[in-house]
């Protein structure tokens, strides 16, 4: 309940309330009377900690506090014991930066339009962090994967937190531990760090354990015990990482005064509906999540609501909670209405998936109220779902009415445009691979067309698995493996985007330019728009000896994304090989512009301007080099042949004697 109320003068603050307000004031005094008569009031209490841990990938009823009686997960337990418990929470959204964000912002996805990885969180947004901040909250955030990096994957995600804890960008580490995630205790030590630091309050602090996400390897002892069903083993791993991070605030004493949140980002298909993974369905395996509120003072401890709620539900309870009054408009409503019976029928959630346009298929919407669920899909669907809580029949009739009110509900729904093309670079499009995610870029980009006549999901899931398989095979540098997988979903879908680009990238690594020029032919004939996709055929074309295809190819992609240095500086080298200097100029003062300091497009510009005999232009352009990097031959050695075009004999002998004293360096990639 409010800290704020605690210690004010409640009947002022009457004055200034609604009535729907008075009636919560005159609630909460009922409740706090003992305390109020129990000592003398102070004048102004200090707002209440806030912690906020999300855990990714948590069905909800895979904890034993959900009815799951074969996982021992005691810290979420305890925390439902001393907490209120939402036995019916929905996330909108089944994938990590797109629920996280609405987590955050209190937003539907089609509102706050973080529909893919990489797309930044605007500023029309305020976040949770944000929010708090003009109350003196400090703020931190530690994470768990690479995937809500604000550097990269999640830009946005760190506006109004004093420190996010990102991942390094040069990981001194191959393993996948430290480069693109972290274990939960690791995730719990950073955060005790800080508020060991930080230690008068208040501050709020979200935790992401990333655990359960798959490949699901827990370390031991859980790895034993859960050998049969590791994904349980990370839930139960994660739980005791949560355990961990409990004892300590109560340690410390500040686990009993602070607003404890755990919720999950979305669940985890295990096979229903074929779907391994997350991100392209919207059935309840996936968007059914836990919820535990713990209140300041255990208020409304181990209160159980049956009704169904939203994650975006959290951001304005805990400003209502707080008795903050936010200057923002949210989807979700605060929830405290629950937390003393006031109110008990459930709110109508809404689930928005645009995950499968990144493979060409058709974007989902659904919406879930009084025991229905309607799926929009080319083939929609509908559930009743007290009689069919798996959605295993589909009772879908193009006339019922029950079809046309749902499908108004949805109509209210934000058109979100399609996320912004070429967001995401090449290391970023490593790192989502590392996780199983697509990596090519420009999501969506193949649909001009309407998402009705895009292939059903339905129709394409065993694909997906296919490829989630084979994109973590080729982060374990599995490439065998990895390339059976991506030649299977070939056989179910030669036109499949993603596994030709995939294919393309796997042999252009082993040096097979021919082949990785041919898939990467065909992936661009599928996605004539994807820059990436075109950039990549270009370096296999120029490494098959092909120049002019190269050429053009690298153009092509120059077109679609002109701030690629990358692309400007091949194409600049191609035209060296074409014998074509002047347009290699262009494009390496291009290069130069987009990344000043690289030596390779300093010394191939320098080439270029001495095949058009322009030497004068070529010595300065190269004795910068040598002062900046003055052990690189190469630069010496061009320097010579400037000095010889000028007829400086002296200068190019001393310029080559230095070169050969200079061992040869490869080019810097
Ligand atoms: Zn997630």
């Given at each position: ?163 996010y804890d990102n991942f390094p960008e040069r990981p001194a580490t191959k393993s996948r531990w430290g480069r693109v995630e972290r274990r939960g205790m690791e995730v719990v030590e950073h955060a005790e760090a800080w508020l060991n ?306 294919l393309g990238q796997i042999e252009l690594a082993n040096n097979n330019y021919a082949a990785a020029a041919d898939y990467l032919g065909r992936a661009m004939e599928v996605r004539p728009q994807d820059a990436t996709a075109a950039f ?134």
């Amino acid at each position: 309940m409010g800290w704020s109320l605690r210690s004010g003068n409640p009947a002022g603050l009457c004055a200034t309330l609604t009535p729907m307000r008075v009636f919560r004031v005159l609630f909460l005094l009922c409740g706090l009377a003992t305390a109020a008569q129990a000592g003398p009031v102070t004048k102004k209490a200090q707002p209440p900690d806030v912690f906020l841990v999300t855990i990714d990938t948590l069905r909800a009823d895979h904890l034993r506090c959900y009815g799951d009686p074969d996982i021992q997960t005691p810290a979420l337990d305890s925390l439902a014991a001393d907490g209120v418990r939402f036995s019916q929470a929905f996330t909108p959204s089944p994938i990590t930066n797109t629920s996280h964000a609405s987590i955050l912002t209190g937003l539907l996805p089609s509102s706050h339009g973080v529909t893919d990885f990489a797309v930044p969180l605007s500023s029309d947004h305020p976040t949770w962090a944000e929010l708090l901040q003009p109350q003196g909250y400090h703020a931190a955030a530690f994470i768990g994967a690479v995937i809500l990096d604000s550097k990269q994957l999640a830009p946005g995600f760190d506006r109004g937190f004093d420190f996010y804890d990102n991942f390094p960008e040069r990981p001194a580490t191959k393993s996948r531990w430290g480069r693109v995630e972290r274990r939960g205790m690791e995730v719990v030590e950073h955060a005790e760090a800080w508020l060991n630091n930080h230690r008068s309050g208040p501050r709020f602090v979200w935790l992401h354990l990333y655990d359960p996400h798959d490949p699901y390897e827990p370390p031991e002892p859980y790895a034993s015990i859960y050998k049969e069903r590791l994904y349980d083993g990370e839930i139960a791993y994660a739980d005791s990482a949560l355990g961990v991070f409990l004892a300590y605030l109560k340690k410390q004493g500040w686990y009993e005064g602070a607003l404890l949140i755990v919720v999950g980002d979305h669940g985890e298909g295990l096979g229903e509906h074929n779907e391994d993974t997350h991100g392209i369905f919207l059935y309840d395996s996936t968007t059914h999540v836990p919820l535990l509120v713990k209140l300041p003072g255990q208020d409304a401890k181990g209160r159980e609501v049956p009704a169904q709620v939203r994650t975006t539900d959290i951001l304005p309870t805990v400003l209502d909670v707080l008795d903050v009054k936010a200057q923002a408009k949210f989807d979700g409503e605060s929830l405290r209405p629950y937390f003393t019976g006031a109110e008990t029928p459930g709110r109508t959630a809404f689930g928005e998936t645009d995950y499968p346009l990144r493979f060409g298929w058709a974007p989902l919407r659904s919406v879930r109220e009084h025991g229905v669920k309607f799926i929009e899909a080319p083939r929609p669907e509908l559930y009743n779902l007290p009689s069919d809580p798996k959605e295993l029949h589909n009772t879908y009739e193009p006339g019922e009415a029950i079809v046309g009110n749902l499908r108004a509900l949805l109509a209210g729904l934000r058109n979100t445009p399609l996320p912004s093309k070429g967001a995401v670079g090449q290391s970023t499009s490593d790192e989502l691979r590392a996780l199983g995610y697509a990596a090519t870029d420009t999501p969506g980009s193949a649909n001009v067309t309407e998402p009705a006549f895009l292939p059903d999901p339905k129709d394409k899931i065993e694909e997906q698995n296919l490829l989630h398989k084979a994109m973590l095979a080729m982060d374990d540098e599995k490439t065998q493996a990895a390339r059976s997988a991506f030649k299977k979903v070939l056989e179910m879908d030669p036109k499949s985007p993603t596994a030709l680009a995939q294919l393309g990238q796997i042999e252009l690594a082993n040096n097979n330019y021919a082949a990785a020029a041919d898939y990467l032919g065909r992936a661009m004939e599928v996605r004539p728009q994807d820059a990436t996709a075109a950039f990549n055929y270009g370096q296999a074309l120029q490494l098959a000896g092909n120049l002019p295809g190269g050429r053009d190819a690298l153009q092509a992609s120059l077109k679609l994304n002109p701030h690629q240095f990358a692309a400007r500086l091949l194409l600049g080298k191609v035209y060296l090989g074409l014998k074509d200097p002047t347009d290699a100029q262009d494009q390496l003062e291009a290069a130069l512009l987009l990344q000043p300091e690289s030596v390779e497009a300093q010394l191939s510009l320098a080439e270029a301007l001495i095949a058009q005999r322009k030497f004068r232009e070529a010595v300065p352009q190269l004795l910068a080099v040598t002062h900046s990097h003055p052990k690189n031959a190469e630069a010496y050695a061009l320097l010579a042949q400037a000095y010889t075009g000028l007829g400086k004999k002296e200068e190019a002998k001393a310029a080559v004697n230095r070169a050969h004293q200079l061992p040869v360096q490869e080019a810097p990639h």
